[in-house]
């Protein structure tokens, strides 16, 4: 899972769902009373800080830690990924551009669903962009978001089409994973018939409900509502403040009909996303050298450690996904510093190649 509450593959959170709701709803405070607004907001900065100084401290601690624990196999990984080979390496990157294409293609597939017509480059670089953004500023989340929603209405997308292309980007990606998580049950035959049809039920419901946002919008209108005022009572902000913009998002939504067609490209493209960033991580094990590892224990490896990304604090899941990955490989038959060696060259790759080329975009068009 990544920081949306979607899963999306780690080096891909260009705008993120979670954060939908801010940039659409989004609302002018109400003033504050006369009289100890500015002590109190002075205070509420302080102790903001103070917040992000301590979540820096642990999180420099637990890096710290990871890495003193791992060095003795650190030296041996990147040795390995110096040597691997360059052809699986190159293998390995297109599969990684591969990945965020299809995402790109997915997005833009449910653009055009809404009368949006935009382009596969320009699509893509804005993928790019708040991936970029999302991965290396504070409250990534937020400017990843903004970026993506700003950049669907300067192409043409309302409020409306904006918000619900980024949910169900969001869902359709979640429904990916859950097929190949179900896939690598059933290959590895260690799911009961009970959880293979809780499963297959999960992801029925997931695709129905996509279904019943589109089409009967009011019927999730009531609990956005009180969600809505959830998050209004904890901003310290009027119950009802945005509820009129998503009562119009609600009344604007059945407007757009997808056919039968845009939601199988969509679909595809979600799957695809996955599949090939799957295959990064393949080619960087062969790359590295690791063999005994079959495709079965590969898959299982890899949605293993895509779900574990939901539990890092960290953008792309940094530590947990690793973590998990390195533990699939080496349970799977794999040398320690192999896998570690073949973490290491896939996370260079899909996640630290990837947000050097969103900043380049970024450069580039801040030029024009």
């Given at each position: 899972?990544?920081?949306?509450?979607?899963?999306?593959?780690?080096?891909?959170?260009?705008?993120?769902?979670?954060?939908?709701?801010?940039?659409?709803?989004?609302?002018?405070?109400?003033?504050?009373?006369?009289g100890?607004?500015?002590?109190?907001?002075?205070?509420?900065g302080?102790?903001?800080?103070?917040?992000?100084?301590?979540?820096?401290?642990?999180?420099?601690?637990?890096?710290?830690?990871?890495?003193?624990?791992?060095?003795?196999?650190?030296?041996?990984?990147?040795?390995?990924?110096?040597?691997?080979?360059?052809?699986?390496?190159?293998?390995?990157?297109?599969?990684?551009?591969?990945?965020?294409?299809?995402f790109?293609?997915?997005?833009?597939?449910?653009?055009?669903?809404?009368?949006?017509?935009?382009?596969?480059?320009?699509?893509?670089?804005?993928?790019?962009?708040?991936?970029?953004?999302?991965?290396?500023?504070?409250?990534?989340?937020a400017?990843?978001?903004?970026?993506?929603?700003?950049?669907?209405?300067?192409?043409?997308?309302?409020?409306?089409?904006?918000?619900?292309?980024?949910?169900?980007?969001?869902?359709?990606?979640?429904?990916?994973?859950?097929?190949?998580?179900?896939?690598?049950?059933?290959?590895?035959?260690?799911?009961?018939?009970?959880?293979?049809?809780?499963?297959?039920?999960?992801?029925?419901?997931?695709?129905?409900?996509?279904?019943?946002?589109?089409?009967?919008?009011?019927?999730?209108?009531?609990?956005?509502?009180?969600?809505?005022?959830?998050?209004?009572?904890?901003?310290r902000?009027?119950?009802a403040?945005?509820?009129?913009?998503?009562?119009?998002?609600?009344?604007?939504?059945?407007?757009?009909?997808?056919?039968?067609?845009?939601?199988?490209?969509?679909?595809?493209?979600?799957?695809?996303?996955?599949?090939?960033?799957?295959?990064?991580l393949?080619?960087?094990?062969?790359?590295?050298?690791?063999?005994?590892?079959?495709?079965?224990?590969?898959?299982?490896?890899?949605?293993?450690?895509?779900?574990?990304?939901?539990?890092?604090?960290?953008?792309?899941?940094?530590?947990?996904?690793?973590?998990?990955?390195?533990?699939?490989?080496?349970?799977?038959?794999?040398?320690?510093?192999?896998?570690?060696s073949?973490?290491?060259?896939?996370?260079?790759?899909?996640?630290?190649?990837?947000?050097?080329?969103?900043?380049?975009?970024?450069?580039?068009?801040?030029?024009?």
């Amino acid at each position: 899972m990544s920081l949306t509450g979607f899963a999306q593959p780690t080096h891909i959170n260009a705008g993120d769902a979670g954060g939908v709701a801010t940039a659409i709803l989004e609302h002018p405070a109400v003033p504050a009373p006369r009289g100890g607004a500015h002590g109190r907001t002075s205070i509420g900065g302080s102790r903001r800080r103070g917040r992000q100084i301590a979540a820096g401290v642990v999180v420099a601690l637990v890096l710290g830690t990871e890495a003193v624990l791992a060095a003795p196999y650190l030296g041996t990984a990147m040795a390995a990924v110096t040597g691997a080979a360059g052809g699986w390496v190159g293998l390995a990157m297109l599969a990684s551009a591969g990945s965020l294409t299809a995402f790109a293609l997915l997005r833009r597939a449910l653009l055009r669903a809404a009368g949006v017509d935009v382009s596969t480059g320009s699509t893509l670089a804005s993928v790019l962009v708040a991936n970029a953004f999302h991965m290396t500023l504070p409250g990534g989340v937020a400017f990843s978001t903004g970026y993506a929603y700003r950049w669907m209405q300067r192409h043409g997308a309302g409020p409306t089409v904006a918000g619900w292309s980024l949910v169900v980007s969001g869902l359709l990606s979640t429904v990916g994973l859950a097929t190949l998580g179900l896939s690598a049950s059933l290959l590895v035959g260690s799911t009961s018939w009970t959880r293979m049809a809780v499963e297959i039920i999960g992801i029925a419901v997931l695709v129905l409900g996509v279904g019943r946002l589109v089409r009967d919008p009011n019927r999730v209108l009531a609990a956005a509502e009180r969600a809505l005022a959830v998050v209004n009572r904890l901003r310290r902000r009027p119950p009802a403040a945005g509820s009129d913009r998503l009562v119009r998002i609600a009344e604007q939504l059945p407007g757009v009909r997808p056919s039968a067609r845009d939601w199988t490209a969509a679909t595809g493209h979600a799957l695809l996303n996955w599949l090939l960033d799957l295959a990064c991580l393949a080619a960087c094990a062969h790359a590295v050298g690791l063999t005994g590892v079959g495709t079965t224990a590969l898959l299982a490896t890899y949605v293993a450690g895509m779900a574990a990304s939901g539990l890092s604090l960290l953008p792309g899941g940094l530590g947990t996904v690793d973590a998990a990955l390195i533990l699939g490989l080496v349970a799977a038959g794999s040398p320690a510093t192999v896998a570690l060696s073949a973490v290491v060259l896939y996370r260079m790759i899909s996640l630290v190649a990837v947000v050097a080329a969103g900043w380049a975009v970024h450069a580039v068009y801040r030029r024009r």
